[in-house]
């Protein structure tokens, strides 16, 4: 396939903008209009610089005059939107720094002209030996690394340094935003900071029926016993009410009218007692008669007395035990605390703490309400009332503790969320190359802040920007230990988060993120190790760079001959017989960044292995594919075993069972699903890695495994057994000796992911 002159049409682009139009035009909520109208704007500026050739989609250089080091806006599918994410409006903490340098109109310009001033770069050197500034995106690093270059009377880097971000220095922001609390050590990790928790905290909306139910039970309740109490004053032997008058009563009713009237005009949540046909409202209505000294007319009179009784018939006279019990239990009911209340409260324990940082600890934020908090809110909220789950979870985001505590504590509940607390382990690895604190402080910011930096769309195999290419990290790349004083911590690094990612998450794929993360681990460590990335089925243009051919023979170094090559039916043999690509070319001429060199016969082989891909969606065939270069390479697992040297302590056959639970609680989510190929395609991926798994075992070990998925088997519901157990039945085939072409493998399948005629597990 020709890739030199794909180009991406304005079809997505169009129908996001399409959608956020719908969504901005007709939804209830005028919080929702208002996020749709935002991404209406910001997809119609995708649209007009694709019209105009200011964006070209699919480049690493998308945006007319911004070089690829430039960090870009990126929206939903790796589209540029033509802004950089260090651009925009100046920041408050670059307003502040203006006024109190005495800028009367501050531009970027001009505090980038301070900054190279001799108090501007004493500034910046006590922002660098003090730690305390948030680098959120990689330019921000810029001029900083300017100040130490000069500090370590490197003048020729920091001035070629400026000359390449000079040009963008009245657009771009080059400098950090001061902070209160020191940058993280790397060995502590949190996964949102105070900040992020507070705005998720901030979000929630209170109840309006539960609020108003609160106000019933404690406002208008007692009001409505207290009316009764005192119509129940002029109740004769008979029954009759109204027929005596005890002194002072009329005055007495006066004070409860009056008390009303404040009552109604400071709690409005609840309508009940404004019903003239409620019964409190009768109460009330016939007592501004009786003290005004009208009659009551003979139909309010009757009203009033069939009131007074039904309240006496239904809930007892007040005082009565019955009547009591009543009003104590509904008393405890309104003295819940709803999550709204609570997470105000939460609010305020947080209102103090530094915004841009984690907690070490989070026990005393999640603590029960204390005493003088329930004094401060309302009324009948109870002392020691607990925070709620879904509250704590919510808490437990911004925890300071090693990613392992993270993990077992369920704070972070998938592979993408591991995956994005990585680069805080990463940075603080990356940065162990360098002597100077202050450099190493600055070097693990940059890190971090790069790996937040979001993908773009990319064609014709080119590679996303990396964090050498940024000329802040390139101009103190000299200033690096020798890679091999810091081989073996990255070696350590990079073992210990590939362990943690299969021993937590053992039926998930490596998520592209911690891909990522893995191979700057594996570069520091000084391993040439072949990681993949999860290719989209939608933009696959038919070709693999040659690292897939590499990945696809560590495999088969790891396992030829072994239950997954069989299962898989895989000649590894033939894998190890393809040949490489020739070298790309190098020298002044060659390109910076060159692209990687393709292997195609590697990608004739998957074509073969997929088979006939017509007839059906052009993605599914893609699809189909891809996921045979994942089954030749095993997306990772082979090159996690060696040479990363994973191990897991509960072995693998612990593992291979881990990984099928996951796959049958995939395989429940199929059920009844309208749209259930992304959840196949996962249940797949996650049966690929038990039999992946199972084949790191012995004989005896893996026999043992099958039984156990069996034994596992019975206990699911129907609809899971009808769809596994030919798939647990293949494998028993396979293990066995026998192969999915024989005839006694009628009713075993191959589970995998892709198909173009529909997949058969959706037709069960």
Known sequence: MDTNHVEIGTGYPGGQLAKAFRTALGHEDAATRQRAEERLRTWQTVLDGMSAGTLTVGSRTPVAGLPAWVTPQVVRGGFATGDAEAGGPLLPHETATGARIGLRNPSRLALFHYHLTDVGLAELEALLDGGRYDVTVPEEAALPTVAWLLRAGDRLGALTLLDTIRPFADRLRFTPQPTDAPMPDGVMVHRETVADVRTALGVRRPNARVMAMNEALTV?????????????????????????????????????????????????????????????????????????????????????????DAMVIRRGTPGSPEHTRLRERQAADAALVSSYELAKLLLTRLAEVAPNAGLPDTGWVVAPVSEAEAEAMRPGVRVGTEIPDALRRVVERVLSAPVATLVERGVVPSAEVLAGLAPQLVAATSALA???????????????????????????????????????????????????????????????????????????????????????????????????????????????????????????????????????AIDYAAVRALPAPQTPATGPKARRTPKPPTAPTFAALCRDRAGNTRGGSWVAANGMVIEQAQILTTHNLAALVHPIGVSPAEGWDGLARAAFSGTSRLVGQVHNNPRPLGTIKDAAYAWRQTVFFMSLCGLADQISVVAALQDDLKRQPDHIVRRLDPVVAGLRHILVGGTFDDNSALTARRFTAWATDGHWMRRI
């Open 434 to 568: 360098y002597h100077d604190d202050a450099l190493r402080t600055l070097v693990a910011a940059s890190y971090r802040a790069f790996a937040n930096r979001r993908s773009l769309l990319l064609l014709n195999l080119e590679s996303q920007v990396g964090i050498h290419e940024l000329p802040w990290v390139e101009a103190v790349a000299r200033y690096r230990r020798p890679a091999r004083d810091t081989a073996g911590l990255a070696q350590a690094a990079l073992t210990e988060m590939a362990g943690l990612t299969l021993r937590a998450f053992p039926a998930t794929i490596l998520p592209n993120p911690m891909i990522q993360e893995l191979g700057a681990l594996a570069r520091q460590a000084q391993l040439d190790v072949p990681l993949t990335e999860e290719l989209a089925a939608d933009i696959f243009m038919g070709s693999f760079s040659d690292k897939f051919r590499r990945a696809a023979v560590l495999a088969a170094d790891l396992l030829e001959g072994s239950l997954y090559a069989r299962y898989f």
């Open 220 to 308: 208008w309740n007692p009001f409505a016993d207290q009316l009764l109490e005192h119509w129940l004053e002029t109740v004769s032997p008979e029954g009759t009410v109204g027929a005596v008058t005890p002194d002072g009563w009329p005055d007495r009713g006066r004070e409860l009218l009056a008390r009303y009237r404040r009552l109604a005009s400071e709690h409005r949540l609840c309508g009940k007692h404004r019903n003239p046909k409620q019964n409190i409202a009768i109460l009330r209505a016939a007592l501004e008669l009786a003290v005004a000294g009208r009659p009551l007319p003979p139909r309010r009179r009757g009203l009033l007395q069939h009131a007074v």
